[in-house]
């Protein structure tokens, strides 16, 4: 498993770094809609990967690790709300995560601050997203130590 | 030497990429994404538990391709530049602007679970809703926003 995903993370890796796209103007240019290449990138890796993994889904595909699930979600506003945020980094830094990590890896200083940011920032949403649930948690702690007792005057 | 093109077409890196994330929900039943790989590394960097090992393959695996490049382009060089920002911004400037950026992209990535990787490239292949909708809302922001600072700037970014 772990050397599965060490050789297509190496396959991605490589490819984000040939293609550029950790040049802040590939992507800027991208952004202005002046040239299409990036465009044309991501639309010919959907159209080549969508088919072949409908396809294995359809055909219950076996993998190492049971039968394949493309982990299709439903929408929900928690999606668009962030993918917003992300979208507005995105257009000011001229890079994301992967291309973030191929910049810096080159040599530059400054790619490296766009990665501190985004550790900082996942580290954040995750204490955001656990301070959000503590409520929820103990009022399900306080049900379930009142439950007892309300079954018992029930029965 | 530059053994590398200065960059490789589109329709060699895109159709290859895809067949990147196919190989790994084909063989692993793994979904290909950045920021949960940069959350695993991070949590491994720092001693934590580490939830999912083959994550932090991945994002090691990332590094290692991108570095190959860089070596394959001459090695890598430490460098302040910036592209057509670097430019227009000084450093001292650009150093928390750029990681104002990356902390909305890591915050928001999270929030919405996914990333350019994860929802643009590996969700839209898998046909997810919730990445399609994430995906034209994230394209949406950054090409208005950058639309909005080129006019900002009278053009010059």
Same mark, same amino acid.
């Given at each position: 498993m772990n050397r599965v995903s060490f050789l297509a993370g190496l396959a991605f890796g490589f490819l984000v770094a040939a293609a550029r796209l950790?040049?802040?103007?590939v992507i800027h240019d991208m952004l202005?809609?002046?040239?299409?290449d990036v465009f044309l990138?991501? *639309?010919s890796a959907i159209g080549v990967a969508a088919p072949i993994l409908a396809y294995m889904q359809k055909k219950h595909w076996r993998t190492m690790d049971g039968e394949i699930n493309l982990r299709r979600q439903p929408i929900s506003r928690k999606n668009v709300t962030?993918? *917003?945020?992300f979208g507005a980094g995105w257009a000011v830094a001229g890079s994301c995560p992967v291309p973030a990590l191929a910049m810096t890896v080159g040599g530059s200083v400054l790619g490296a601050f766009v990665m501190a940011g985004l550790v900082s920032g996942i580290v954040l949403r995750d204490a955001v997203e656990a301070r959000s649930l503590q409520p929820l948690l103990r009022r399900f702690r306080a049900s379930s130590e009142v439950?007892?007792?309300a079954a018992g005057a029930q029965g | 030497m530059d053994i590398l093109p200065d960059r490789v077409p589109w329709y060699i890196v895109g159709p290859l990429m895809g067949l990147t994330v196919?190989?790994?929900f084909a063989i692993a039943n793994r979904p290909l994404g950045a920021t949960t790989a940069y959350r695993e590394s991070f949590r491994a960097a720092t001693l934590r538990r580490v939830n999912e090992a083959w994550r932090v393959w991945?994002?090691?695996g990332m590094a290692a391709g991108a570095l190959l490049v860089s070596l394959l382009r001459g090695g890598p060089s430490l460098t302040l530049s910036y592209g057509l920002l670097g430019t227009l911004v000084p450093v001292g400037l650009l150093i928390p602007i750029l990681f104002g950026a990356g902390l909305a992209m890591g915050f928001g990535a999270r929030w919405s679970g996914g990333c350019t990787s994860g929802h643009g490239i590996r969700g839209m292949s898998a046909l997810s809703p919730a990445s399609i909708a994430a995906t034209m809302t994230f394209m949406a922001v950054a090409v208005s926003l950058t639309f909005l600072l080129h006019i900002v700037t009278g053009g010059s970014l």
């Open positions: 950790n040049d802040y103007n202005l809609l002046r040239e299409p990138m991501m *639309a962030g993918a *917003a945020i439950e007892p007792e | 196919v190989a790994l991945l994002f090691v």
